[in-house]
C-alpha cells in the first residue's frame, strides 16, 4: 500500500508563450530531486496553463510505501 502527496510548483511569468523554460524545468528537476531524497517516487506529472495563459504551473504526484 502507498501514500500519495500532489504539489502545485508554478512556473514564471510567461509574456509570450505558455511554454515551460529552462528555468522552470531546473525548479522541476530540483523539485523531483527533494522529493526523492526523502523517499517520494514520481507516479505523474502535467504541465497546466492558466486560462490568460500568463502564469501557469507544474501538477506533480508522488507516492512512497506506508
Known sequence: ?????????TVSMKWFSDKADANDIAALDQ???ERAA??????TYDYMATSLQVKGAF???FRKPK
Open 59 to 61: 501538477v506533480i504526484t
Open 31 to 33: 523539485l523531483l530531486n
Open 38 to 43: 526523502d523517499g517520494w517516487e514520481l507516479v
Open 1 to 9: 500500500m502507498y501514500q500519495y502527496k500532489t504539489e502545485i510548483l
